[in-house]
C-alpha cells in the first residue's frame, strides 16, 4: 500500500517537472520571435486598425430631408394658469364687532347685492340721531326771525324742519332766494351742521359690506365676533364667470400676435376652450427671456377653475420663407448637419423661428439643402456619410 502512493507522489512529480520545463522553453522561444519579427507584427497590426478604420467610417448611414422653403402658419404652443380677472380684498372702513349672515369661509357663493358682513353700528346710530336733534333745536331756535326778516321763505325752510325724522335721512336743504338769506342762514352754522350730519349717515351705510359682484370667498382672514378696524381686511373674492389665462410668449413672437386674436385653450378632458388676447404686457421675465400675454375667458361652457393649468394654441399668419424639420436634427447650440455633394457633413446654425411639439421652423436654410433628420454619434464635420432614403 505504501510503495503504490510513493509511486504515485514520484509520478506527480516528473509530471509538474514538465509543465514547468515545457513553459520555460515556450516562452523563450516566443520572446526571440517576437524581437527577430517586431517589425513585421507592427506592420500586420497597423494594416488591420487602418481597415477597420475605414470600414467604419464608410459605414456612416443618416436619413435626410430636403429644404423646400415656404410660407408657413405660425402655431405657437405654451401652458398658462387660469386666474380669476376680478380678484380683491374686502375690508372693513369703520371699527366694531364683526357679524355676518353667511359663512366667512373658503368657497362660500355669493351673489352681487347680497350683505357680506356687518359691523354693529349701534354707538354710530345713537350719536347721529342725538346729532340731529341738535340740528332740529338750531332749526327751532332761527324759525321766529325768518318770519320776520325772510318771510318769503319762512315756508320752505318750515316744511325742510317739518321732514326732518331722526330715524330718516335729512332731506334736501331749501333752495335760497337771495343771497341775504344764504348768509343769514350761514351765520347760523346751519350749513356746518347739515353736511356734518350727512357725512355720518353715508359713513353709517359702511357698517354693512354689500358684494360688489357675483362670486365666491377663496380667504378669510377673520370670523365673527373678532374686532375689526379699519382698513383690515376681512375676506378675498373672486368674480364668478370672468376668468384668464396667462401665456408666457418668446418676446421674439410677439410681432406675430394680436389683440383680440383667438386663442385655442385644451382642458384635461381635451375639451376646447375658446378665447381672445385681451393685454400684451410690456415687460419681460428676465429668466425665461417671455412676455406675459393675457387671455380673456367668455362664457365657458366647459367647467373651469381658478389655478388649473391649459394648453394653449394660437395660430399667427407669417410673411416669412421658411422649413419646418424635426426637433431631432437640431444638436448643441441650435445647430444642423447638411450633407454636400461630396457626401460629407457640414454643420451649420440655424436661425429657429418657433418650436413645436416635434418640429422646428428655421429660416435661414437654402431650398434643396439636405438636412440630418436625425441624432448621429460618432461624427464630425467632415465626415463622410451614405444617405439612406435618396
Request: aromatic letters at 8%.
Amino acid at each position: 500500500m505504501k510503495t503504490r502512493q510513493i509511486l504515485i507522489i514520484l509520478l506527480s512529480l516528473f509530471l509538474v517537472g514538465i509543465v514547468i520545463i515545457s513553459y520555460k522553453l515556450g516562452k523563450k522561444k516566443g520572446i526571440k520571435y517576437g524581437v527577430e519579427n517586431a517589425e513585421s507584427i507592427r506592420e500586420k497590426n497597423k494594416t488591420k486598425i487602418d481597415s477597420n478604420a475605414n470600414y467604419i467610417e464608410k459605414d456612416k448611414y443618416v436619413s435626410v430631408v430636403t429644404v423646400q422653403n415656404e410660407l408657413f402658419p405660425v402655431t405657437l404652443n405654451g401652458y398658462g394658469k387660469v386666474i380669476a380677472a376680478s380678484s380683491i380684498n374686502i375690508s372693513s372702513e369703520v371699527q366694531g364687532i364683526l357679524t355676518s349672515s353667511i359663512q366667512l369661509k373658503k368657497g362660500t357663493h355669493f351673489k352681487k347685492g347680497q350683505v357680506l358682513f356687518s359691523i354693529k353700528n349701534t354707538d354710530a346710530k345713537l350719536a347721529l340721531k342725538s346729532k340731529k336733534s341738535s340740528f332740529l333745536t338750531l332749526l327751532t331756535s332761527i324759525l321766529p326771525d325768518l318770519t320776520i326778516d325772510y318771510p318769503e321763505s319762512y315756508n320752505d325752510w318750515r316744511k325742510f324742519y317739518d321732514k326732518i325724522d331722526v330715524n330718516l335721512t335729512l332731506p334736501e336743504l331749501p333752495k335760497f332766494k337771495n343771497s341775504k338769506e344764504k348768509s343769514f342762514i350761514i351765520s347760523r352754522n346751519i350749513l356746518t351742521q347739515y353736511y356734518s350730519i350727512k357725512s355720518d349717515e353715508e359713513r353709517l351705510k359702511k357698517y354693512a359690506v354689500v358684494a360688489p359682484f357675483t362670486g365666491s370667498i377663496i380667504q378669510s382672514f377673520t370670523d365673527n365676533g373678532a374686532v375689526i378696524s379699519p382698513g383690515m381686511a376681512v375676506i378675498k373674492v373672486l368674480r364668478e364667470g370672468k376668468l384668464e389665462i396667462e401665456i408666457p410668449i418668446l418676446s421674439k413672437n410677439l410681432p406675430l400676435i394680436t389683440k383680440n386674436q383667438e386663442v385655442s385653450l385644451k382642458v384635461n378632458n381635451n375639451k376646447t376652450v375658446v378665447g381672445k388676447i385681451s393685454r400684451i404686457g410690456d415687460y419681460i421675465n428676465p429668466e425665461t427671456q417671455t412676455v406675459p400675454v393675457f387671455v380673456a375667458i367668455n362664457n365657458s361652457k366647459v367647467a373651469l377653475y381658478n389655478g388649473m393649468y391649459l394648453e394653449s394654441t394660437i395660430r399667427c399668419k407669417s410673411n416669412t420663407m421658411a422649413m419646418l424639420i424635426p426637433r431631432t436634427a437640431i444638436f448643441s447650440d441650435e445647430k444642423v448637419y447638411l450633407v454636400n455633394e461630396q457626401n460629407k457633413l457640414v454643420e451649420t446654425k440655424v436661425d429657429i423661428s418657433t418650436f413645436q411639439d416635434k418640429t422646428v421652423l428655421v429660416t435661414n436654410l437654402k431650398n434643396g439643402s439636405k438636412v440630418v433628420s436625425e441624432a448621429v454619434v460618432n461624427v464630425k464635420e467632415g465626415s463622410e456619410v451614405v444617405i439612406l432614403n435618396k
